[in-house]
């Protein structure tokens, strides 16, 4: 009978300098971390705490997709700690994605159709950027990258089932209920009275909350007794309304439109909806009876006002199209150069007009022609794309009208304002480029009800 031969483990001899530094190192870090914490115990508890989230992020992508998703709708009041705050956390999202995809296989992106409109813009604004070498054009290319990786993470996440798309709605719709909260309930100590808050300028803050809407509807389920998602819908529409932004209001209103005509929502569902605008608009006149007042008498003051600086942004935004047809005068132009392309100046400037107040003119003015034509194309992909799935029957249909309906609405919203650098359009148009690859095999009836 033969014994099994045990091999002989030789052991390998560590290091004297993993012995001696290792120990030493872990002495010195406990000694200077105590040092630093009797001596500033907020910033180093601070900092531990930023260090251990950030760890988590890079570890758990569903995590930071959330988080970054949460922290763009306070983007306001995280500014005011930190005015890198949300460039960083994208790039968390971002580090977060590659050590993902070190990990694991492809999964085809690259042949979806909104990532393929998402590079052929990053080229043409790459393109524009050598041409025209115009000033402050790293910055602003570096905004297009941050909001285009985020796309693209976005569409993976998806694609991967990391997130489903209701999971990526109830964090964007639960965030959106508490910023129209926040922004509420800081009306009556803000310097301009409107809801903003978590966001800093109330138009930009009407356009976060604008797709919010059909997403809670989305989510809401069918029944008699309003739900929990029905409570959010009002929050954000009270909110949005009390931005007074007219170009939301708009968007809004084509938004509704448009779901009434392809059947999306039912009439009495409206109605509802109104009743609740109209019990919450009479008892904020009666319980802030001078805020509403102040709110609309400055929202009129100034209207004449804001309209003569739009004629003006964009005519000076029109001329630099004509100027450069093709690719324009290069990201981050408008703002140094519009003051040379006016024929007019406004009468009395109350704000900053770094912005054509446009997307559209000033995406064409930066890009060209040939920009617009891409941008439009990436927002056309995500369109079809959720038409296709709320078309279908699928699983994601209810999301899908959601999306044709957000991104209607945030379309029309943006002619008045510049939104290429926010997070809505960039969430809209990935959950519709992604939608239709994440329908079920086997169709379900639509409804009626979908919003």
Same mark, same amino acid.
């Given at each position: 009978?033969?014994?099994? *031969?045990?091999?002989?483990?030789?052991?390998?001899?560590?290091?004297?300098?993993?012995?001696?530094?290792? /120990?030493?190192?872990?002495?010195?870090?406990?000694?200077? =971390?105590?040092?630093?914490?009797?001596?500033?115990?907020?910033?180093?508890?601070?900092?531990?705490?930023?260090?251990? &989230?950030?760890? #988590?992020? #890079?570890?758990?992508?569903?995590?930071?997709?959330?988080?970054?998703?949460?922290?763009?709708?306070?983007?306001?009041?995280?500014?005011?700690?930190?005015?890198?705050?949300?460039?960083?956390?994208?790039?968390?999202?971002?580090?977060?994605?590659? %050590?993902?995809?070190?990990?694991?296989?492809?999964?085809?992106?690259?042949?979806?159709?909104?990532?393929?409109?998402?590079?052929?813009?990053?080229?043409?604004?790459?393109?524009?950027?050598?041409?025209? &070498?115009? @000033?402050?054009?790293?910055?602003?290319?570096?905004?297009?990258?941050?909001? !285009?990786?985020?796309?693209?993470?976005?569409?993976?996440?998806?694609?991967?089932?990391?997130? +489903?798309?209701?999971?990526?709605?109830?964090?964007?719709?639960?965030?959106?209920?508490? $910023?129209?909260?926040?922004? %509420?309930?800081?009306?009556?100590?803000?310097?301009?009275?409107? $809801? &903003?808050?978590?966001?800093?300028?109330?138009?930009?803050?009407?356009?976060? =909350?604008? /797709?919010?809407?059909?997403?809670?509807?989305? %989510?809401?389920?069918?029944?008699?007794?309003?739900?929990?998602?029905?409570? &959010?819908?009002? *929050? *954000?529409?009270?909110?949005?309304?009390?931005?007074?932004?007219?170009?939301?209001?708009?968007?809004?209103?084509?938004?509704? @439109?448009?779901?009434?005509?392809?059947?999306q929502v039912r009439l009495r569902d409206l109605v509802g909806l109104a009743g609740v605008l109209l019990a919450a608009a009479s008892v904020l006149a009666v319980w802030q009876r001078e805020l509403v007042m102040d709110s609309l008498t400055q929202k009129t003051a100034i209207a004449g006002q804001n309209v003569s600086e739009r004629f003006y942004l964009w005519d000076a935004a029109a001329r630099?199209?004509?100027?450069?047809? #093709? !690719?324009?005068?290069?990201?981050?132009?408008?703002?140094?150069?519009?003051?040379?392309?006016?024929? +007019?100046?406004?009468?009395?400037?109350?704000?900053?007009?770094?912005?054509?107040?446009?997307?559209?003119?000033?995406? $064409?003015?930066?890009?060209?022609?040939?920009?617009?034509?891409?941008?439009?194309?990436?927002? !056309?992909?995500?369109?079809?794309?959720?038409?296709?799935?709320?078309?279908?029957?699928? +699983?994601?249909?209810?999301?899908?009208?959601?999306?044709?309906?957000?991104?209607?609405?945030?379309?029309?919203?943006?002619?008045?304002?510049?939104?290429?650098?926010?997070?809505?359009?960039?969430?809209?148009?990935?959950?519709?480029? *992604?939608?239709?690859?994440?329908?079920?095999?086997?169709? +379900?009836?639509?409804?009626?009800?979908?919003?």
């Amino acid at each position: 009978m033969s014994h099994p *031969v045990i091999p002989h483990i030789v052991p390998v001899p560590v290091p004297w300098t993993s012995r001696v530094l290792l /120990p030493v190192a872990l002495v010195l870090t406990g000694i200077v =971390l105590g040092l630093a914490t009797g001596h500033a115990p907020m910033v180093v508890g601070a900092g531990l705490l930023g260090l251990t &989230a950030t760890g #988590l992020m #890079l570890l758990r992508l569903d995590v930071a997709v959330m988080v970054f998703v949460v922290a763009s709708l306070f983007e306001g009041y995280l500014s005011q700690v930190e005015p890198m705050a949300t460039k960083l956390l994208s790039a968390v999202v971002v580090g977060s994605w590659v %050590l993902m995809r070190c990990r694991r296989e492809s999964v085809g992106m690259h042949r979806v159709p909104v990532v393929l409109a998402g590079i052929a813009l990053w080229w043409v604004l790459l393109v524009s950027t050598l041409v025209n &070498a115009p @000033v402050g054009a790293a910055g602003i290319l570096l905004r297009w990258a941050g909001f !285009l990786a985020v796309m693209v993470v976005l569409v993976d996440v998806l694609l991967r089932r990391i997130l +489903r798309p209701e999971d990526l709605a109830r964090t964007y719709v639960l965030a959106a209920t508490a $910023a129209a909260a926040v922004g %509420l309930l800081a009306m009556s100590t803000a310097e301009d009275p409107r $809801a &903003a808050g978590p966001i800093a300028d109330a138009n930009d803050f009407a356009f976060y =909350l604008l /797709p919010a809407l059909p997403l809670a509807m989305a %989510l809401r389920r069918p029944g008699p007794v309003p739900g929990r998602w029905d409570l &959010a819908a009002a *929050v *954000v529409t009270v909110g949005m309304v009390a931005t007074v932004s007219r170009g939301a209001m708009l968007g809004l209103g084509v938004m509704l @439109v448009v779901a009434l005509l392809s059947r999306q929502v039912r009439l009495r569902d409206l109605v509802g909806l109104a009743g609740v605008l109209l019990a919450a608009a009479s008892v904020l006149a009666v319980w802030q009876r001078e805020l509403v007042m102040d709110s609309l008498t400055q929202k009129t003051a100034i209207a004449g006002q804001n309209v003569s600086e739009r004629f003006y942004l964009w005519d000076a935004a029109a001329r630099m199209v004509l100027d450069r047809p #093709l !690719l324009g005068h290069g990201p981050g132009s408008f703002a140094a150069e519009h003051a040379w392309f006016a024929s +007019r100046l406004p009468v009395d400037t109350r704000n900053d007009l770094d912005v054509a107040h446009n997307t559209y003119l000033e995406v $064409a003015a930066e890009a060209g022609f040939v920009g617009l034509a891409v941008f439009l194309v990436l927002l !056309l992909v995500g369109l079809s794309g959720a038409w296709a799935a709320w078309r279908a029957g699928s +699983r994601v249909g209810r999301i899908g009208a959601a999306v044709v309906a957000g991104l209607v609405g945030t379309s029309v919203a943006a002619c008045f304002v510049t939104e290429q650098f926010f997070l809505p359009l960039w969430l809209l148009v990935a959950l519709g480029g *992604v939608l239709p690859r994440l329908a079920d095999d086997g169709p +379900r009836p639509r409804t009626v009800g979908a919003p």
